[in-house]
């Protein structure tokens, strides 16, 4: 097979055994689209696999399962992260903190992507690394995740495919910027406008013009240091995002149920009014 999250699995059988060197780890959908300069969509929305299998042919990059704000705890993991490993999404789980133990205990179960909240610091941002990526980068547990079950050399390819992503989501975050993208194995600085307008006093108001502005200007920073920018995105704005160099978007799937439900409810309306 091949293709966006597929497994080659040519494996060779010597008297009853299957070589385990033969079998690739997972590619990383959303890191082979970065990694390609293209912009890589993650959707939220989902924390059920059976869902996860009726979004699976949307072509999105990604699916988001949240464990901060959600209900995603380990137990789920191993079902919610083989549906999106079945449609070659890159399963994206935010964590509730930037815990050593949370994070790489996410990843053991099967998640290729973490999103860790309120990354402030660049302090903050080396502690995501270190937890996120095996030694010598890091210093995550050793053990074989879900994703390196039969992955002869899992342990050198991992760190390839694992995605870290770190959120902007705090004035004084952005006020750290310059130094938290000096950090090497973090993939994207996701400015994310909500948290962000209330540490700036705009409560509940992240289309506030302040915070417009913060975050317009925390993305160009991104954006000149060489780094991967991501925000979040609606139909209305997600193209002048990515025309300021963002390429990481994740977005909603609700106000695309929403809107098509007003359509249909308004036409249905109209038709019995003649």
Not at 51 to 75: K, P, R, S
Not at 127 to 154: C, E, H, I, N
Not at 202 to 220: C, F, L, S, Y
Request: some cysteine.
């Amino acid at each position: 097979m091949s293709g966006h999250g597929t497994i080659r699995r040519q494996t060779r059988i010597v008297g009853s055994r299957a070589r385990e060197s033969d079998v690739n780890i997972r590619s990383n959908r959303v890191k082979d689209k970065l990694a390609a300069g293209q912009v890589a969509t993650i959707l939220s929305g989902t924390n059920d696999p059976d869902l996860i299998d009726q979004l699976g042919t949307l072509d999105v990059d990604g699916i988001w399962l949240e464990g901060e704000h959600g209900g995603v705890d380990y137990a789920d993991l191993g079902n919610l992260t083989r549906a999106c490993d079945l449609w070659g999404k890159t399963s994206v789980v935010r964590v509730m903190d930037n815990d050593y133990a949370t994070i790489y205990r996410t990843l053991d179960r099967g998640a290729q992507g973490i999103v860790v909240p309120h990354v402030d610091t660049r302090a903050q941002a080396e502690a995501v690394v270190a937890a996120g990526k095996f030694a010598p980068l890091g210093k995550r547990g050793m053990y074989t995740s879900r994703q390196g079950f039969g992955v002869g050399d899992y342990f050198k390819t991992a760190n390839d495919q694992s995605l870290l992503i770190g959120l902007i989501e705090d004035i004084v975050a952005v006020r750290n910027l310059d130094e938290i993208v000096k950090v090497d194995h973090l993939d994207v600085f996701f400015v994310a406008p909500n948290d962000l307008a209330t540490s700036m006093g705009h409560i509940g108001n992240m289309g506030h013009p302040d915070v417009q502005r913060t975050v317009d200007n925390a993305i160009k920073k991104i954006v000149e240091a060489g780094r991967v920018a991501g925000t979040l995105v609606s139909s209305a704005n997600v193209e002048r995002y990515t025309k300021m160099g963002v390429r990481c978007v994740m977005t909603s799937f609700f106000p695309w149920l929403q809107s098509g439900a007003k359509e249909l409810i308004e036409r249905a309306a109209a038709g019995a009014r003649g």
